[in-house]
């Protein structure tokens, strides 16, 4: 049952980042972190690396080609056509590097790491660490949104 239910709360997830507009072209320089460490949905969008571990479902896409896309562990490995690599059961950890890459886990026991340009966010009951401040996960409404980028080089 729990399954399900995440399955579909991250299908209407990734139903609406499909209709997010565009970044700025002001898009600020330098490279961003973050560390998190929960049990919900974490959705990470950018340019740059991301390692994580924990137990649930998770997908992977790489819209810029050519991206490191490592997964050791349990689960049930799909692709889809449109691009999405997806994880069914995933019970291990993923290494994920590129230009354009779009990383969603939704599960339990998450800890994650990331490091480059671009965006974050998280749902459920956790704690998060970056060099803008550390927080807590929501779990109501849009979660909490963090902006993965440094100060203008």
Known sequence: MLRKVLTLIVVAMVAMLAVVPAVS???PQGIGSLSAQGDGIAILMGKGTVDLSG???LW???KGGGAVIEVTGYGQKKEFPDGWLQYAGFHGEAHVEGSRIAVIVAGVDIELTAEGRGRARLWGH??????DGDGEWKATGVGVHIRLAGPPE
């Open 55 to 57: 137990n649930g479902v």
């Open 60 to 62: 992977i896409m790489d």
């Open 25 to 27: 072209a002001q898009e």
């Open 126 to 131: 956790g704690s998060y660490q970056s060099p």
